[in-house]
């Protein structure tokens, strides 16, 4: 049996005797968070086009790549998921001069190794 996560945004109110009222306002489907972080990958992915200053650019891709993976991580969804998701929104979304990354095993062995260089930076700070 496969794990099925759906995350609920809740609305909260507090009465006056302190007590709060939580009210679901939205959710979100475990496929529904692949389809949006693998868009997230796209994005990331082709920082490196929007300046000229590619140290910047690998500085600021390394920083929010280990923040998808924490949350990957969290939500137990696979690599693997996101990249076929972003090849899919890719291929969906942007035309054939647009597509300037590949999603290959090169981009998964980056993204592993950024996040595993963060949890090791992380670890040096405590």
Request: with cysteine; glycine share 4%.
């Amino acid at each position: 049996m496969s794990k099925k996560i759906t995350i609920q945004v809740m609305e909260t109110e507090e009465d006056e005797n302190g007590i709060y009222d939580f009210r679901p306002i939205a959710s979100i489907r475990q496929e529904e968070l692949i389809d949006l972080f693998g868009c997230l990958l796209c994005t990331i992915l082709s920082v490196d086009s929007l300046t000229d200053n590619k140290q910047k650019a690998g500085r600021v891709k390394n920083n929010i790549l280990n923040a998808l993976k924490m949350v990957l991580d969290k939500f137990s969804i696979r690599i693997d998921d996101i990249i076929e998701s972003a090849k899919k929104w890719s291929e969906e979304n942007l035309s054939q001069t647009q597509r300037e990354t590949e999603f290959d095993d090169e981009h998964k062995k980056m993204f592993l190794e950024n996040a595993e260089m963060q949890e090791r930076m992380m670890e040096g700070k405590k």
